[in-house]
């Protein structure tokens, strides 16, 4: 048997994985291969824009759909996928806390990050907790084409932009103040209740107990100079922080028209 294969299964270059057929005493091998991609946002639109662009780039590919945050961790954990695709903003766990616990506990396929929030917004903190990309929703379906394409062959995909706003990160000057000084479940719950989310919604939300959620929240007022629950609700408003991102309908991503609901899982596999 060939040395350091499972199951049949090997993974080659840039996180693609490829299927090897061998026969005992046969010289003669084939291989195959089927890139399998997660796609995790809760709009419909979204994701079938999504599925389309990488149909396309991809013909014959196995595109896999979450509708939510713990979905998308459960999925990421339990199934093998070449690449995932996370919204920041989807309900329950956001795309920054599905990504952090998914480098938490090993994961190490590539993860490209999609969000309506600007990169000086959201961009490096999305790169501290994992991410391999970061693209903005309003981007023409090429340049998701072209961040796939990168993270598929083992590299990046950052904008000059987003590389100038990680190099200020070194120095402490990128993120905004609110951010900078937070750690990954702080920043999810100033985000939350920013939100207009209540300490018992963040419980239920992150499966934190509630004193856990007002442990938090006290850190949160220490760490940020403040006094009181409003003020850090404030604080996240002005700074645009809150869960909730702006409507789909000007993301260069979504279908030219609307359609059912894709399934969750679709495949042109015979």
Not at 66 to 86: K, S, T, V, Y
Not at 210 to 221: C, E, G, Q, S
Request: hydrophobic residues 40%; aromatic residues 4%; contains cysteine.
């Amino acid at each position: 048997m060939l040395e350091g294969y499972h199951r049949g299964e090997v993974w080659r270059g840039g996180g693609t994985r490829r299927n090897l057929l061998s026969t005992i005493g046969d010289s003669r091998t084939y291989i195959s291969s089927v890139h399998r991609f997660l796609v995790a946002d809760d709009h419909s639109l979204l994701r079938e824009g999504i599925e389309n662009v990488l149909r396309t780039g991809w013909p014959g590919c196995v595109v896999q759909h979450a509708l939510d945050g713990p979905e998308a961790l459960a999925l990421l954990l339990e199934d093998r996928f070449d690449l995932a695709i996370l919204d920041i903003g989807m309900p329950l766990l956001d795309g920054l806390e599905v990504l952090a616990r998914a480098r938490k506990a090993g994961l190490r396929i590539p993860i490209l990050i999609v969000s309506m929030h600007p990169e000086e917004r959201m961009g490096v903190r999305a790169l501290r907790c994992g991410a391999s990309g970061y693209l903005t929703k309003d981007a023409a379906p090429s340049s998701l084409t072209d961040a796939v394409s990168a993270l598929l062959a083992g590299r990046k995909s950052i904008s000059p932009r987003l590389a100038d706003l990680l190099a200020e990160a070194v120095q402490g000057a990128a993120e905004p103040p609110a951010a900078a000084k937070l750690s990954g479940r702080e920043f999810h719950v100033l985000r939350m209740l920013s939100s207009g989310k209540s300490l018992r919604e963040i419980s239920a939300s992150m499966s934190l107990s509630i004193k856990t959620v007002h442990t938090y929240r006290t850190r949160l007022l220490n760490k940020l100079g403040l006094k009181r629950t409003g003020e850090l609700v404030r604080l996240g408003v002005e700074q645009g922080l809150a869960e909730g991102e702006p409507g789909t309908g000007a993301s260069s991503l979504a279908p030219p028209s609307p359609g059912k609901s894709s399934p969750r899982n679709r495949s042109d596999d015979p």
